[in-house]
């Protein structure tokens, strides 16, 4: 593995703690099947189809920590280049606006700086995982009705930090030699997307200039 790549897997500043699955239970025993499936080389169209006698939920719910976990690696190998000054608007490029709102402080979409924006993702993904009632660890406790509605908006603003990160940053990536990890997790992230349509088609195009993932 090459320097830039530990930079980005062990960073010691993560940009959030990484979420853990503890051994022994049925996310962590589909956490390293998972893993399996990547390391093993496969072609990422398959790697992230559904294993034979596999419940979706279960395969879904891991792979959103997952992608958090990662992508929260990559933006903080980045964090310090992305500032208020630097990035006044979360964005992706001119074309593209991302506005902030949530349930407490900002009930109506609101503009906000990119670093802004990314503290109040990050806290918001981390308390719907961390949830029971919606990401249930327990084998055998039923997912609820509202989890694929919620995964949708969790992938979908992962998705925005993508888009941040390869149209404001990439030069960045490029220096420190990364940009294969990048590039390796973006396309994982787009086909797992794709096979369980959890993002609509027209949501993905700010990457479709950058990337062509067929």
Not at 59 to 66: I, K
Request: proline share 6%; net charge positive; hydrophobic share 35%.
């Amino acid at each position: 593995m090459s320097h830039a790549l530990k930079q980005v897997f062990n960073k010691d500043k993560t940009f959030r703690p990484k979420r853990k699955f503890e051994p022994g239970t049925q996310r962590f025993e589909l956490h390293k099947k998972a893993q399996a499936s990547l390391n093993a080389g496969l072609d990422l169209k398959v790697a992230v189809q559904l294993p034979p006698g596999e419940e979706q939920n279960d395969w879904v719910a891991v792979h959103v920590v997952d992608f958090f976990n990662r992508i929260n690696l990559i933006y903080g190998t980045i964090s310090d280049y992305c500032t208020e000054q630097s990035c006044p608007v979360m964005s992706g490029g001119p074309k593209y606006e991302y506005r902030w709102q949530d349930e407490h402080k900002y009930r109506k979409p609101t503009a906000l700086s990119a670093p802004q924006y990314m503290n109040l993702l990050m806290d918001w993904i981390e308390v719907q995982i961390n949830n029971e009632d919606i990401f249930p660890t327990n084998v055998g406790t039923p997912f609820p009705k509202n989890f694929l509605p919620v995964v949708k908006k969790i992938l979908s603003r992962l998705f925005r930090v993508f888009v941040h990160v390869y149209i404001h940053h990439f030069d960045r990536i490029t220096q420190m030699g990364s940009e294969a990890h990048v590039n390796t997790c973006y396309k994982h992230f787009y086909y797992f997307v794709k096979e369980f349509n959890l993002i609509d088609t027209k949501e993905l195009e700010p990457l479709v200039s950058v990337w062509v993932c067929s």
